[in-house]
């Protein structure tokens, strides 16, 4: 049987609507291929969601044909805000409407759970640390990083030296609440965008789903008044097909779409000034868009990252890889970090 007799890591990414699991051996070796998605029920509230998680635990051991007792930790995230420790916050979390989510300690209670430690990261900065560990695979140690993942909202990561830094509250690289300068960025007469955190002009009241459903599309859709979308009756639905448009060259879309690129590269930018990584990383379901469009993107982006001399010949601009996949991998390597095991067998690039 594949890892039997062998000490792995279970990684469980658990999302709004699926969790996602995968398995790490202590050689480095990922026992997954695929996407292993059970539902996450957190609509149900924190009692039922620990149970699914412990269900998709032992389902996926059973897919893998490892023993329980091979397991030394869980790697767990779930998306934020919450503490670096896995409290979700008291102001609640997007996904995590049910109110006794609020202040909740996940982590300890999967830990009770299935009696094994379990390690904590937010969704985006385990994907951060999966990308950063696929792309610099064994000298990763080595090397520094910094992710932008654009979906409903805008997550950020750090990696520095390999590890995810995680701040002394667990809210470091929250690129999506930064305040970007809108000059050059917003049209003649275009409101400023707004953020459901409260802040006007942060990184996700533009680089988002939801910046584009409140902010962009309305403003864009007056200056198109014959566009396609003003048919659709919902604001969110119109905003989901935005990038669909932009794939195709609506040149409404490209508007709306260049103006993400350019919030992304300021906060690159902002990057560039503070940890000086290697890798630019920008993660999302604009990755698996059409190759062209996605490639105008990321090169848009990279035009408005505002580099010196000296870091332009050192740094990468890429997109994370696997991305369905990420949050259960890069919670699988911080389980493993965390045993001080080696770092896992990826290729690099
Ligand atoms: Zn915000």
Excluded at 115 to 134: C, E, F, M, Q, R
């Amino acid at each position: 049987m594949p890892g039997q007799g062998q000490e792995v890591v279970v990684g469980l990414d658990n999302g709004g609507t699926a969790i996602n699991a995968t398995v790490l051996d202590s050689a480095g070796r990922f026992l997954v291929d695929r996407l292993v998605e059970t539902p996450s029920r957190v609509a149900e509230g924190p009692g039922v969601a620990i149970e699914a998680l412990a269900e998709s635990f032992a389902q996926v051991l059973a897919l893998t044909g490892v023993a329980p007792e091979s397991v030394q930790a869980v790697g767990l995230d779930t998306p934020g805000p919450a503490s670096a420790d896995g409290v979700i916050s008291t102001r609640g979390a997007v996904n995590f409407v049910d109110p006794a989510w609020r202040g909740f300690d996940v982590r300890s209670a999967l830990e009770d759970r299935l009696g094994l430690p379990v390690i904590y990261n937010n969704d985006a900065n385990a994907a951060s640390l999966y990308a950063h560990d696929a792309h610099f695979g064994p000298g990763s140690g080595q090397h520094s990083s910094v992710s932008l993942i654009v979906g409903t909202g805008l997550g950020g990561g750090v990696i520095e030296r390999g590890r995810v830094v995680r701040g002394a509250a667990g809210m470091a690289g929250e690129f999506g609440h930064m305040r970007i300068p809108l000059d050059g960025l917003l049209a003649e007469g275009q409101p400023t965008p707004v953020c459901n955190c409260g802040l006007a002009g942060d990184g996700e009241s533009v680089a988002s789903l939801t910046g584009i459903e409140k902010n962009l599309l309305p403003y864009w859709l007056s200056r198109f008044p014959d566009h396609d979308l003003h048919a659709v009756g919902s604001a969110h639905k119109a905003a989901i097909l935005v990038r669909g448009y932009a794939s195709a060259g609506d040149p409404m879309a490209l508007e709306i779409f260049r103006q993400q690129a350019i919030a992304l590269g300021r906060l690159f930018t902002v990057a560039a000034n503070l940890t000086d990584p290697d890798a630019y990383f920008l993660g999302g379901g604009v990755v698996e868009a059409a190759p062209r469009f996605r490639d105008w993107f990321l090169a848009t982006i990279r035009e408005h990252t505002d580099l010196r001399s000296e870091q332009l010949p050192r740094a990468t601009f890429a997109v994370v890889p696997d991305l369905d996949m990420a949050g259960a991998r890069g919670a699988a390597i911080a389980g493993s970090d965390a045993l001080g095991w080696a770092p896992p067998e990826l290729p690099g690039r």
